[in-house]
């Protein structure tokens, strides 16, 4: 998300040509996240500027061939997400019966 699409898809190329076998497993926002970055207390506070939206494996899988999607999930999925308090858990239920804010930030696994 902090690289442009363009820089994104060559350094997973590169890291996958690189090397002979391995996994990459990184986050992603999608379409939404990028858009609503502003509203982000944690990227306003770094002073980021993100970039490139992955709206779901797809986008990877046809960008760098040589992988494979091993498993991806939403935050709202996450076991992590699952140990948060009860309210952030509610809130998560709620925000997550929109299906772009359900995706909003995803945890992608890939082989190669």
Do not use: C
Request: hydrophobic content about 45%; proline content about 4%; cysteine-free.
């Amino acid at each position: 998300m902090y690289l442009t699409h363009d820089d994104g898809v060559a350094l997973l190329r590169r890291v996958v040509e690189h090397f002979p076998s391995g996994e990459l497993q990184f986050d992603v926002y999608n379409w939404l996240g990028i858009k609503s970055q502003k509203t982000n207390p944690v990227v306003r506070r770094s002073g980021s500027t993100l970039y490139w939206a992955v709206n779901g494996p797809d986008d990877i899988v046809s960008a760098v061939p040589s992988v494979r999607l091993l498993a991806a999930i939403s935050v709202f999925d996450a076991e992590k997400f699952k140990q948060a308090a009860g309210v952030y858990q509610l809130v998560g239920r709620v925000m997550s019966l929109v299906p772009a804010v359900r995706m909003i930030t995803q945890f992608h696994r890939y082989a190669f």
